[in-house]
């Protein structure tokens, strides 16, 4: 009976988050058409040389940039609108809360969120916790001490719900098996839902230290780490920024395979290189001007016959 009420509830939870993106995707796009005709406005008046233009293009077209990118998040969203969810007592403010997580989040009014970015600290716990007391941490603060008491996985399929399991259910149940099976050969941005434990310590231990990673072949070493670049300039935006980065790869394949699940990353600007083209780079930087090349000198040849 709990079952088929709870099944319910988040059927008509569901339906309303769907709404809230349908609204955001309205808005996005009338954004997007305004902001098509001021980009081409200025561009015009560029061509001709008016005043500060220039500036104010390029302006207009970062803004055009993240509005185009909040309606992509938006888009993917109505698709697929959250796996997961936690209920928590705050213990810092005595205050319970309930945290549906997704690979996109969503606000109403841009300020009320509505779906938790996966990459937000507060998602950490959907990850690594198990239900009773715990803790997660906060970039520049004091980690924030929780007591969890659910924590929800569910079976999207854009609008409809096929089903969901709570993390103290039987490792059999069907749902769970059936969840399993459908991710356990996830591309390269598509394991967010199933991200590991061990996997997720990588992805969010701080950037301020170096760090190597190592495994087989096929072992998602990649995927990782560009999980880690997309945490990061999530969360430390004000410190790092995307042409900081630099991917190097033992091929163009390569490099435009990992560059074809970036944006799903919401990951742009990103610099890629060849290992046999960063190689040079590097010597010629490391190098330049710190040799010479000296003429021979017969007379020490002489010498050194003696």
Partial sequence: MKKNQDMLSERQHLLSCL???????REYEEKEKAS????????????KGEG??????EAEKNILEHIQNSLRKNRAALKKAYFGRIDYEDKSYGVTESRYIGK????RNSNEVVIVDWRAPVSSVYYENELGEGSYEVPGSEPVEISLFKKRTYDLQGEKLQGFYDNDTAANDD???????QHKEAVLGDIIATIQKEQ???IRTTPYKNMIVQGVAGSGKTTVALHRISYILYNYGEVYKPSEFCIIGSSDMLLN?????????DVNHVRQIRMDMFLPYLLEKSW???YKIVEENQEAQEKSKL
């Avoid at 500060?52 to 293009?57: A, C, N, R, T």
């Avoid at 395979?257 to 990353?265: D, Q, T, V």
Wanted: proline share 2%; aromatic share 8%.
């Fill in 288 to 290: 330049k001007k710190k």
């Fill in 175 to 181: 749902l769970l098996v059936k969840y399993l099976s």
């Fill in 200 to 202: 997720n310590e990588i």
């Fill in 52 to 57: 500060d233009s220039f500036g104010l293009l």
């Fill in 36 to 47: 098509k005709k001021e980009v081409t406005q200025l561009f015009q008046a560029v061509k």
């Fill in 257 to 265: 395979y990992i560059s074809s699940g970036l944006p799903e990353l």
């Fill in 104 to 107: 996109n989040g969503v606000t």
């Fill in 19 to 25: 709404e809230i993106i349908q609204k955001n995707i």
